[in-house]
Each structure stands twice: as structure tokens, then as C-alpha cells.
């Protein structure tokens, strides 16, 4: 599979396992899984036909890592950015000390006067290094940087969460909290 078709059907996914699965007749299991046997018949039903070894490709050469097959292999699920009522099942940890957001310029008065905020989503994503927070911000355009001091925040209450591809996941970043990097 070419990288424009990897592509392509990544945001099918995205869009699928993450915010419609009703749109393609796909119910979202606890913990967000759905059986790959029912995404399989669901995207072919929609247009989007794909083998199990393709859909084993979009998974592993995701570059983000979005999907996961649970140990079985059997079912699969997006790990974070839902906007449809789902339970993770994830457990609370402690973060590192710094984290890191990436955004656009046209975002920093909201986020300097609010902070971080999940929005539409679970929870606000907040990345372990500064070159996949780099990545992230690029997605829009000149990314800005925001380190976020998680050690002050989870000392303060703030509950983290760390999804399987090592997104942390907090659901929202008072703005005394964040510094933007220089550019």
C-alpha cells in the first residue's frame, strides 16, 4: 500500500474508531474496541474496502501510532482523541515532569487567557518530548511550543493519564501552568 492510500484510510479510521462509528453501523465496545472482523465489514460496506494485512499496515506505520489491536489481536480501537462518549479504561500515573503541547500562533490568546482546554475531545493530549509536540503544532502550519510544568499540576490534583502510544492525557492545563518555548 502506497503512503497517499496508508494516509487515506488512517483518517477513515480516525474519523470512525474516533468520532462516527454509528455513520458506518460499528458500536464502540469498553475500552473503545471494536471486533476487526465488524471494522473490516464496515469499510468495505463504506467504501473503503481493506485485508486484515492492510489494516495490520495502517496500525503499525502509523506514525503517530493512533490504532491498537488488543492481545488477541481480535479487536481494535483509536487510543486517544475521541469525541464520542467512551471509557479508556485508562489508569491514572505520574507524569514526567515536563510535557510538551504544540499549537499554532492564531491559538495562544485563548490558551495564555484559558489554558489548555479538551474542547470536543476526552481529554487535552499533551506530548513526552518536544519534537513529537513539534509534529503535532506542524499539523496546522508554524507550530508554537508549550512546555507544561505536569510535575506543579498533578502535585495540585491534576489527574494524567498515559495512552498506549505514550500520549499523555490530562483533561485540562490552567495556563499558570505552561511556558511557551522559544521559536
Not at 71 to 79: D, K, L, N
Not at 142 to 161: E, K, N, T
Amino acid at each position: 500500500m502506497d503512503t497517499k492510500q496508508t494516509t487515506r484510510l488512517s483518517k477513515f479510521l480516525s474519523k470512525h474508531l474516533r468520532h462516527a462509528p454509528e455513520a458506518i453501523g460499528l458500536h464502540l465496545e469498553a475500552g473503545g474496541w471494536v471486533a476487526v472482523a465488524d471494522l473490516l465489514a464496515a469499510c468495505a460496506a463504506h467504501g473503503h474496502p481493506l485485508t486484515r494485512d492492510e489494516l495490520e499496515d495502517v496500525v503499525e506505520d502509523n506514525d503517530k501510532q493512533r490504532f491498537a489491536f488488543d492481545e488477541a489481536g481480535q479487536r481494535i480501537r483509536a487510543q486517544q482523541g475521541h469525541s464520542v462518549e467512551v471509557d479508556l479504561q485508562l489508569v491514572a500515573a505520574e507524569p514526567p515532569a515536563v510535557l510538551y503541547h504544540g499549537t499554532v500562533p492564531a491559538a495562544l490568546p485563548a490558551i495564555r487567557h484559558t489554558g489548555l482546554q479538551k474542547m470536543s475531545r476526552h481529554h487535552v493530549h499533551l506530548s513526552p518530548n518536544e519534537a513529537t509536540a513539534r509534529r503535532v503544532g506542524q499539523r496546522r502550519g508554524r507550530p508554537v511550543l508549550l512546555a507544561v510544568d505536569a510535575a506543579a499540576l498533578h502535585a495540585a490534583g491534576g489527574v494524567f493519564y498515559r495512552s498506549g502510544n505514550g500520549v499523555w492525557l490530562v483533561d485540562s492545563v490552567p495556563p499558570q501552568y505552561l511556558h511557551e518555548l522559544p521559536g
